[in-house]
Nanobody, 117 residues
Framework: QVQLVESGGGLVQAGGSLRLSCAVS????????AAWFRQAPGKERMFVAD????????NYGTSVKGRFTISRDNANNMVYLQMDSLKPEDTALYYC??????????WGRGTQVTVSA
């Protein structure tokens, strides 16, 4: 069974940085895309970034482009999200997922990111 466990969330001031990590188990990780989504209270889950199995194709949501960087370590079944220049509107529960691109069925429980003004 595929399992994803996120970590690295927390409280940070606007302009600060955080690095989220996600450990993936239960599948051949390098075969699949990995992605981060986020969901703020009262809002729909929103795409943040994704990365191809080999790590050569990266995509970002408009609101995070230029500030966030997704990466992966296939040897250790990990995916990361480096978040810089954080804004209060980045406050959300951040989820990790993996699978065929945009056909994600396995999700972690999320890690909370809160950015204070």
């Amino acid at each position: 069974q595929v399992q994803l466990v996120e970590s690295g969330g927390g409280l940070v001031q606007a302009g600060g940085s955080l690095r989220l990590s996600c450990a993936v188990s239960g599948r051949t990780f390098s075969w699949y895309w990995a992605a981060w989504f986020r969901q703020a209270p009262g809002k729909e889950r929103m795409f943040v970034a994704d990365i191809s199995g080999g790590g050569d194709i990266l995509n970002y949501g408009t609101s995070v482009k230029g500030r966030f960087t997704i990466s992966r370590d296939n040897a250790n079944n990990m995916v990361y999200l480096q978040m810089d220049s954080l804004k209060p509107e980045d406050t959300a529960l951040y989820y990790c997922t993996s699978g065929p691109r945009m056909q994600y069925t396995y999700w972690g429980r999320g890690t909370q990111v809160t950015v204070s003004a």
